[in-house]
């Protein structure tokens, strides 16, 4: 089925090609015919013919199943429709309605040449107009209800959707002289409308379709029905902006892999969305006040989903669409791209005295809460080396308060990441219940897996202990759609694919040692936090906390010992 969609060629037990998911010259695409898996070793993409398709088409599971039922004549039985299903229908059938109607309005009709001329001014060519399916709402107050109510359409269905609004003795249409934007949801069905007045007065300037049982503020983006062909084609990359006219403007000069968050703060719900099809994320928000708020927010929203957006600053005050306007070149603007840490870091210090020592505290204390949010190690230890180096304050005392600040947080929410655990332990020790799953039972025996460091490593493992406990067996293939929610398919096709030969024998070996490791270094993690502990009981003069203390310690001293015996044995 996938060498429908990619050319491949037998190499060894699998097949390779050239990924269809980026840009590549050598074959890193693999396919596992025994397995019923691919990998993309180049870009880490993963997953069973269902992912294969919802990526590369760009659809949900429930039509990637109805694609391959059809395509090999296997019947799904249909499933009845619930009540609210059939009301949503009734809605999305209300909305096709009304976009048709203001399309027409814009593209045919002699009060839409008001607003052709408007998009035109602003430089938004009709091919433009017809990909996005911009439409007009005339000025007339009832346009739109009658049109509706000539189409048979139940009008309290249209009020529910806010196309319409009551008043005494009927209703009104809700968009007036507007260019009209319509939002669609991932299957391209029409879930709501943004409005542009044409004729700038005492209205708001931008209006959006309320909250209804089909569209919800904040959960996803304005143009990302076209930009995911894009994004996919640019490998992944993708331009975040504010507004319609930004987004237009960008895509008629051929920068499509672009989405619009709808005039609202970066969501959570909407990162998570993004991720699904791009994996390089880019900010581009207006320069002001609230835009560089919304920059700040948006680069923390990332962070806290472990994954980290660039930021755009755009020169002289200009905001996307301004500066296209003004004759502005792409590829200039690409060029001004910053980290987005690094740009919060700079906006945050901002204002504050650096050659001051309170202003220099101060900054500090801006700095600090954003950066411990940042759950890679690493990164998180370079940054707070860097935010040392810009306020002047030694690096000792950054982290001194860094772990002061984690201390005082909510008990049980975070715990300091120790750099004690042996990831490449967790790692091999997941690979080993992948590659082998006889060896699972001895793992949910020895229950580690709750316990480990890596998140994405500890979700797999999680993952694959339940589908063995209810199944007996495991199958990549049967979790995959649940690894790509989890965000972690990419680790466990990896995995999957880094195949050893091992002598007889040799699994067991290593995953008990794998065990011990991970035992080994949590006890070990576990007895410095006793010894800190007692440290300050011994302090405080606090006698019943220490022999509490002590009492635990003669208890994990032998388990450390017994494991380091066992140890010594085995490489023996």
């Given at each position: 089925m996938i060498s429908d969609y990619v050319a491949l060629k037998k190499a060894g037990t699998n097949y390779k090609g050239l990924c269809p998911f980026h840009q590549e010259k050598t074959p890193s695409f693999t396919v596992s015919q025994d397995k019923q898996l691919f990998h993309c070793f180049g870009c880490g993409v993963g997953g069973n013919i269902f992912t294969f398709l919802m990526k590369y088409e760009q659809i949900a599971f429930a039509e990637a199943v109805r694609v391959l039922a059809q395509r090999y004549g296997v019947l799904i039985p249909e499933v009845k429709a619930t009540a609210q299903d059939q009301r949503k229908e009734s809605l999305r059938q209300i909305n096709?309605?009304?976009?048709?109607?203001?399309?027409?309005?814009?593209?045919?009709?002699?009060?839409?040449?008001?607003?052709?001329?408007?998009?035109e001014r602003r430089g938004i060519e009709r091919a433009v107009w017809e990909e996005y399916r911009i439409g007009y709402a005339p000025s007339r107050w009832d346009a739109l209800v009658t049109h509706l109510k000539k189409k048979g359409v139940n009008v309290k269905e249209a009020e529910a959707l806010g196309l319409i609004?009551?008043?005494?003795?009927?209703?009104?249409?809700?968009?007036?002289?507007?260019?009209?934007?319509?939002?669609?949801?991932?299957?391209?069905?029409?879930?709501?409308?943004?409005?542009?007045?044409?004729?700038?007065?005492?209205?708001?300037?931008?209006?959006?379709?309320?909250?209804?049982?089909?569209?919800?503020?904040?959960?996803?983006?304005?143009?990302?029905?076209?930009?995911?062909?894009?994004?996919?084609?640019?490998?992944?990359?993708?331009?975040?902006?504010?507004?319609?006219?930004?987004?237009?403007?960008?895509?008629?000069?051929?920068?499509?892999?672009?989405?619009?968050?709808?005039?609202?703060?970066?969501?959570?719900?909407?990162t998570r969305l993004a991720r699904r099809f791009g994996k390089d994320f880019s900010?581009?928000?207006?320069?002001?006040?609230?835009?560089?708020?919304?920059?700040?927010?948006g680069v923390e929203i990332f962070i806290q989903e472990d994954t980290f957006a660039t930021v755009i600053p755009l020169p002289d005050g200009l905001d996307p669409d301004d500066y296209f306007q003004k004759g502005g070149d792409a590829q200039a603007l690409w060029s001004r791209t910053i980290p987005g840490v690094e740009y919060s870091m700079e906006r945050l210090m901002a204002g504050y005295d650096l050659g001051a020592v309170e202003g220099r505290a101060k900054a500090v204390e801006a700095v600090l809460p954003f950066l411990l949010q940042i759950k890679d190690v690493v990164r998180r230890d370079l940054y707070l080396k860097r935010l040392a180096e810009k306020t002047g304050v030694g690096e000792g005392k950054i982290h001194d308060v860094a772990l002061t600040l984690r201390k005082g947080r909510k008990e049980g929410t975070e715990q300091a990441p120790s750099a004690g655990i042996n990831v490449s332990a967790e790692k091999k020790l997941v690979q080993m219940m992948i590659q082998h799953p006889e060896l699972i039972p001895l793992v949910i025996k020895e229950g580690v897996v709750a316990g480990l460091e890596g998140q994405a490593l500890r979700s797999i493992g999680e993952l694959v202990i339940h589908t063995f406990q209810r199944h007996g067996d495991l199958s990549l293939d049967r979790i995959a759609v649940q690894l790509e929610e989890r965000g972690v398919s990419e680790t466990a096709f990896a995995l999957a694919f880094q195949e050893e030969e091992l002598e007889e024998g040799m699994a067991e070996r290593i995953t008990a040692d794998c065990l011990r490791n991970i035992k080994m270094k949590t006890l070990k993690?576990?007895?410095?936090?006793?010894?800190?502990?007692?440290?300050?009981?011994?302090?405080?003069?606090?006698?019943?906390?220490?022999?509490?203390?002590?009492?635990?310690?003669?208890?994990?001293?032998?388990?450390?010992?017994?494991?380091?015996?066992?140890?010594?044995?085995?490489?023996?």
């Amino acid at each position: 089925m996938i060498s429908d969609y990619v050319a491949l060629k037998k190499a060894g037990t699998n097949y390779k090609g050239l990924c269809p998911f980026h840009q590549e010259k050598t074959p890193s695409f693999t396919v596992s015919q025994d397995k019923q898996l691919f990998h993309c070793f180049g870009c880490g993409v993963g997953g069973n013919i269902f992912t294969f398709l919802m990526k590369y088409e760009q659809i949900a599971f429930a039509e990637a199943v109805r694609v391959l039922a059809q395509r090999y004549g296997v019947l799904i039985p249909e499933v009845k429709a619930t009540a609210q299903d059939q009301r949503k229908e009734s809605l999305r059938q209300i909305n096709a309605m009304a976009l048709d109607f203001y399309c027409q309005q814009l593209r045919e009709e002699k009060e839409g040449k008001i607003a052709r001329g408007y998009l035109e001014r602003r430089g938004i060519e009709r091919a433009v107009w017809e990909e996005y399916r911009i439409g007009y709402a005339p000025s007339r107050w009832d346009a739109l209800v009658t049109h509706l109510k000539k189409k048979g359409v139940n009008v309290k269905e249209a009020e529910a959707l806010g196309l319409i609004i009551p008043k005494t003795g009927g209703w009104y249409d809700r968009f007036r002289d507007r260019i009209i934007f319509p939002i669609f949801d991932l299957r391209d069905r029409v879930i709501g409308f943004g409005g542009r007045i044409v004729n700038d007065g005492p209205e708001p300037k931008y209006l959006n379709s309320p909250d209804s049982l089909l569209y919800k503020k904040g959960a996803g983006f304005y143009g990302l029905n076209v930009a995911r062909k894009h994004i996919q084609k640019a490998g992944g990359k993708v331009f975040m902006v504010e507004g319609y006219f930004d987004l237009l403007s960008m895509a008629q000069r051929g920068v499509k892999n672009v989405v619009a968050t709808l005039g609202t703060a970066l969501t959570p719900e909407q990162t998570r969305l993004a991720r699904r099809f791009g994996k390089d994320f880019s900010l581009l928000f207006d320069p002001d006040e609230a835009g560089t708020k919304a920059a700040l927010r948006g680069v923390e929203i990332f962070i806290q989903e472990d994954t980290f957006a660039t930021v755009i600053p755009l020169p002289d005050g200009l905001d996307p669409d301004d500066y296209f306007q003004k004759g502005g070149d792409a590829q200039a603007l690409w060029s001004r791209t910053i980290p987005g840490v690094e740009y919060s870091m700079e906006r945050l210090m901002a204002g504050y005295d650096l050659g001051a020592v309170e202003g220099r505290a101060k900054a500090v204390e801006a700095v600090l809460p954003f950066l411990l949010q940042i759950k890679d190690v690493v990164r998180r230890d370079l940054y707070l080396k860097r935010l040392a180096e810009k306020t002047g304050v030694g690096e000792g005392k950054i982290h001194d308060v860094a772990l002061t600040l984690r201390k005082g947080r909510k008990e049980g929410t975070e715990q300091a990441p120790s750099a004690g655990i042996n990831v490449s332990a967790e790692k091999k020790l997941v690979q080993m219940m992948i590659q082998h799953p006889e060896l699972i039972p001895l793992v949910i025996k020895e229950g580690v897996v709750a316990g480990l460091e890596g998140q994405a490593l500890r979700s797999i493992g999680e993952l694959v202990i339940h589908t063995f406990q209810r199944h007996g067996d495991l199958s990549l293939d049967r979790i995959a759609v649940q690894l790509e929610e989890r965000g972690v398919s990419e680790t466990a096709f990896a995995l999957a694919f880094q195949e050893e030969e091992l002598e007889e024998g040799m699994a067991e070996r290593i995953t008990a040692d794998c065990l011990r490791n991970i035992k080994m270094k949590t006890l070990k993690r576990q007895m410095e936090g006793l010894k800190k502990r007692i440290k300050e009981a011994e302090a405080q003069g606090d006698e019943a906390l220490l022999n509490a203390l002590f009492l635990s310690m003669n208890t994990l001293s032998p388990q450390i010992r017994k494991l380091q015996r066992e140890g010594l044995k085995e490489s023996s």
